[in-house]
C-alpha cells in the first residue's frame, strides 16, 4: 500500500490560485488550522472555501487568499461572530454563498453522491433564493408534486480535513464526540488530505478506539500530515481544548490593520515549528 | 422562597413554549432557552429530549443518546424538534434575521449567516426567545429573511408549508404568538411589571392586542427551586437580560 505522507509544503504546492477548497471541523472545532496557516502564507489568490464556518475562513479572507466563501455561517462558537469575516463582509472585499446548514450538507452530499443535485425543502420562502439567484426549484415528478430546492452538488477541488490520529496510508480516526462533516468534505473532492495530531501504526490506530471512529477510509485519502497541535487554536478534544485566550487575541487582531500586521509578522510569516513555539 | 425574579418569568415562559411537544428533541439555543427546555423536561414535559450541546443527548442520569451535527439536521428534516433561537430581527409575520443587517450585498453589520433557521421553519415548529425587546428587533422588515414567516409560508401554500408553525416568542417583557386571524403578530402575555404601552412603544409594528390580556404566570415554588438549586446554580441567568 502507498505511503502517503506529505509535508505541509507539497500539500500546499499542489494546490492553484482559484480552486475551490473544503475545509472539515465546525466553526472552532477541528479545523486544521496547520494547513490553513500554510496557505495563508502562500501566494494563492482568488480560492473558494466550502466550510461550516470557524477562524478558517477569517484568517484566509484576513491573508487575502479569498475570492468567495460558501457557509451557513461563521463563528468562533466562544466568540459568536468571526471579527476577520465581518469585516471583509462590511468592506464588501469577499463574495459570499450564503445557505442553510442543511442546504450545505445537502450539496456535498450531492458531490459525494455524483449527484448534479439534491432535493431539499430547506431555503423555500427565504431570503437564500434571493442572495443566491443561481438557485433553482424542482418539482416532485410523482403524484405529490412538491416544489423543493434542487441543491446543487459543491464539487470540491479539494478537501482538507484534521483528525486525532491516521496511519500513513490514510485511515483517520475522530477521538472527540462528533466527526462533523469530514468524510463528506472528502468524498466531495477530487483530492483529500487529512492532517492528525499523531501518526501511528495501523495497531495502534484499531486499538485506540472503536472501528466507528475509523471516519475516513485511505480510499478517500490523497495525502496525510502529521501536524501536532495542528489544529490550535480551535478545539481538537480529547486531545485538547480550544486556546480561548489564544483566540481572543486572533479575534482582537481584526481591531485595526496594525494590529493584523503585528499579529500576521508574530503568527503567519513563520513556519509551523515556529507558529507552534510561540503559541506554547 | 424569595418572588422570581424577571428573567425566572422568562425561563418559565420559555419552557410553556414545549408543553405538550412530546417526544420530541426540544433545542433551545442560548442560556435561557435551555434552561426553559430543561424546566419543561423534569416538570411537565418528561418525554422531551435533550441535547448537552455538543453531541449526546442527556437523560436524567447521563447520555441516552449520540446527535452529532449530521445527526440535528437528519432530525430536523425529519420533524422531531422544536427549536427556540434568537433574533436580530423579527417582523410582524414572524419571520426572522440573524444573517446581517443592511443590505445583504454589503451589509452595514454582519452577523452570524442564516444558520439552520431557513430549514428549521419549514420543517418543524420554531420558537423565538428576544432578551432585549425593542424596536430594534421588532421591525416593520427584516433586512435578510432567515427563519421564514407566515407571509412567506402562506406564499409557498401547501404542500410546501405544512410544517410551518412559529410557536411563541418570549422576550424579556411578554411573550407574543401569532394566533390571530391574519397571522400577524399578536400580544399574548405580559411580564409581571411591565404595562401594555411599554410593549406596544418598545415594537416597531403594530401589535395585535387580544380583549383579554393576561400577566405571563408566575413560576412556582417547586419551578424556582430547580431553576435555582439544579438547572443554574452559579446564577448565569442574571447577567442574560441587559447585556
Not at chain 1, 39 to 62: M, N
Not at chain 1, 233 to 250: G, L, M, N
Not at chain 1, 255 to 277: G, K, T
Not at chain 2, 109 to 124: C, D, E, F, S, W
Request: some cysteine; proline content about 6%.
Amino acid at each position: 500500500m502507498a505511503d502517503k505522507v506529505m509535508s505541509i509544503a507539497e500539500v500546499v504546492g499542489e494546490l492553484r490560485s482559484g480552486m475551490t477548497i473544503g475545509i472539515g471541523g465546525w466553526g472552532s472545532r477541528r479545523k486544521p488550522m496547520a494547513l490553513v496557516r500554510a496557505i495563508a502564507r502562500s501566494a494563492l489568490t482568488d480560492l473558494t472555501i466550502v466550510s461550516y464556518g470557524g477562524p478558517d475562513i477569517g484568517l484566509l479572507v484576513a491573508a487575502g487568499r479569498v475570492r468567495r466563501v460558501v457557509t451557513g455561517f461563521v463563528s468562533l462558537d466562544s466568540i459568536p461572530l468571526e471579527p476577520h469575516f465581518r469585516r471583509a463582509r462590511q468592506l464588501g472585499t469577499v463574495e459570499l454563498t450564503e445557505l442553510d446548514e442543511g442546504m450545505l450538507h445537502w450539496g456535498l452530499l450531492a458531490a459525494a453522491r455524483r449527484l448534479p443535485y439534491l432535493p431539499i425543502r430547506a431555503g423555500l420562502g427565504s431570503d437564500v433564493l434571493r442572495v443566491n439567484p443561481e438557485l433553482r426549484t424542482v418539482r416532485s415528478p410523482y403524484s405529490d408534486g412538491e416544489e423543493l430546492v434542487a441543491m446543487p452538488a459543491l464539487t470540491l477541488d479539494v478537501a482538507f480535513v484534521h483528525l486525532n490520529r491516521a496511519d500513513r496510508q490514510g485511515n483517520g480516526q475522530y477521538l472527540g464526540p462528533d466527526p462533523y462533516f469530514d468524510d463528506l468534505f472528502c468524498l466531495a473532492a477530487a483530492r483529500s488530505f487529512i492532517s492528525c495530531e499523531r501518526l501511528v501504526d495501523p495497531a495502534e490506530l484499531r486499538s485506540g478506539g472503536p472501528a466507528q471512529s475509523l471516519l475516513v477510509s485511505r480510499m478517500m485519502v490523497n495525502g496525510v500530515l502529521e501536524t501536532p497541535h495542528g489544529a490550535h487554536f480551535t478545539s481538537c478534544v480529547p486531545d485538547y481544548d480550544r486556546d480561548e485566550a489564544f483566540q481572543r487575541e486572533y479575534a482582537e487582531s481584526a481591531a485595526s490593520p496594525q494590529a493584523w500586521s503585528r499579529f500576521r509578522a508574530r503568527y503567519l510569516d513563520v513556519d509551523e515549528a515556529h507558529y507552534q513555539r510561540a503559541v506554547s | 422562597m424569595t418572588g422570581a425574579s424577571r428573567v425566572e418569568v422568562c425561563i418559565v415562559a420559555c419552557a410553556e413554549a414545549w408543553r405538550d411537544d412530546g417526544e420530541i428533541l426540544a433545542s433551545g439555543i442560548g442560556l435561557i432557552p435551555r434552561l426553559g427546555a430543561q424546566l419543561a423536561r423534569c416538570t411537565f414535559a418528561p418525554d422531551l429530549v435533550l441535547s448537552d450541546g455538543e453531541a449526546a443527548l442527556v437523560g436524567d442520569d447521563g447520555a441516552e443518546g449520540w446527535l452529532p451535527y449530521r445527526a440535528v439536521l437528519g432530525i430536523a428534516a425529519a420533524g422531531r424538534r422544536h427549536v427556540m433561537m434568537g433574533a436580530s430581527q423579527l417582523d410582524r409575520h414572524g419571520n426572522q434575521n440573524i444573517s446581517c443587517i443592511g443590505s445583504w450585498a454589503q451589509p452595514t453589520a454582519q452577523l452570524l449567516g442564516v444558520r439552520g433557521a431557513p430549514g428549521n421553519t419549514i420543517n418543524h415548529p420554531t420558537s423565538y426567545w428576544v432578551p432585549r425587546h425593542s424596536r430594534r428587533v421588532f421591525v416593520d422588515r427584516v433586512d435578510m429573511v432567515s427563519g421564514i414567516g407566515y407571509d412567506r409560508a402562506a406564499a409557498l401554500g401547501p404542500p410546501g408549508n405544512r410544517f410551518h408553525e412559529i410557536r411563541m416568542v418570549v422576550t424579556d417583557k411578554a411573550v407574543l404568538d401569532f394566533r390571530s386571524p391574519d397571522r400577524g403578530m399578536r400580544l399574548r402575555s405580559v411580564h409581571p411589571g411591565v404595562s401594555v404601552d411599554e410593549v406596544v412603544a418598545a415594537t416597531g409594528f403594530p401589535v395585535q392586542l387580544p380583549d383579554q390580556l393576561p400577566e405571563t404566570r408566575i413560576p412556582s415554588d417547586h419551578e424556582l427551586r430547580l431553576i435555582r438549586d439544579r438547572l443554574d446554580p452559579a446564577g448565569l441567568r442574571d447577567h442574560e437580560l441587559e447585556r
